[in-house]
């Protein structure tokens, strides 16, 4: 089956870190750029940080750049997202999500249900 | 910075109505680089429409996307109960802009 699975998720303290996985299933995961996509409560979609098939080129929205890292592992069909210093503004559902080539450009033709991160002391 | 504006903000239609949802940008959108999400409550994400007209794998005919350079138009044809969610527009291409959402929901 096609698919893509988060995990990673929790409660974690302002300042504090979290790693996001995404185990990816059905494809060739290699072939595809891959990007983060989160929505904070009651708030629309926002696109967080994306990555290259090779993993060579990143890219990140301002809101999250020098805090947040994104990488992947091929040979194990993975992607994450390393998550330093949050706020309380990162508290979202963070959803990876496929793109339809190897370079990072969109649409997203696949996503996962997405994990809960809530930043709160 | 492109911004879209999508209106209504929340769409009440009964079963088998038509429905149109906007998505307007403030700049016009290279190679209409516009797609169309659904979001249902702890589902994943679908992609409906790319490059503004055409429709993803698998997507029923009753969707459709209309438009190009700055405004844009998914249209529900028949609305059946299972498209009861909130609809995102996106712009992408060298960057990725999401609109604020239409919520349908059933009259």
């Known amino acids: 089956e096609v698919q893509l699975l988060e995990s990673g998720g929790g409660l974690v303290q302002p300042g504090g870190s979290l790693r996001l996985s995404c185990a990816a299933s059905?494809?060739?995961?290699?072939?595809?750029?891959m990007s983060w996509v989160r929505q904070a409560p009651g708030k629309g979609l926002e696109w967080v940080s994306a990555l290259n098939d090779g993993g060579y080129n990143t890219y990140y929205a301002d809101s999250v750049k020098g805090r947040f890292t994104i990488s992947r592992d091929n040979s194990k069909s993975t992607l994450f997202l390393q998550m330093n210093s949050l706020t309380p503004e990162d508290t979202a559902v963070y959803y990876c999500?496929?793109?339809?080539?190897?370079?990072?450009?969109?649409?997203?033709?696949?996503w996962g249900q997405g994990t809960l991160v809530t930043v709160s002391s | 910075e492109v911004v879209l504006t999508q209106s209504p903000g929340t769409l009440s239609l009964s079963p088998g109505e038509r429905g149109t949802l906007s998505c307007r940008a403030s700049q016009r959108i290279g190679g209409d680089y516009l797609a169309w999400y659904q979001l249902k409550r702890g589902q994943a994400p679908r992609l409906l429409i790319y490059s503004a007209v055409y429709r993803a794998t698998g997507i029923p005919a009753r969707f459709s996307g209309t438009g190009s350079g700055t405004d844009f138009t998914l249209t529900i044809s028949r609305l059946e109960p299972e498209d009861v969610a909130v609809y995102y527009c996106q712009q992408y291409g060298s960057t990725s802009i999401f609109g604020q959402g239409t919520k349908v929901e059933i009259k």
């Open positions: 059905g494809f060739t995961f290699k072939a595809y750029a």
């Open positions: 999500a496929k793109d339809g080539r190897g370079w990072y450009e969109g649409p997203f033709d696949l």
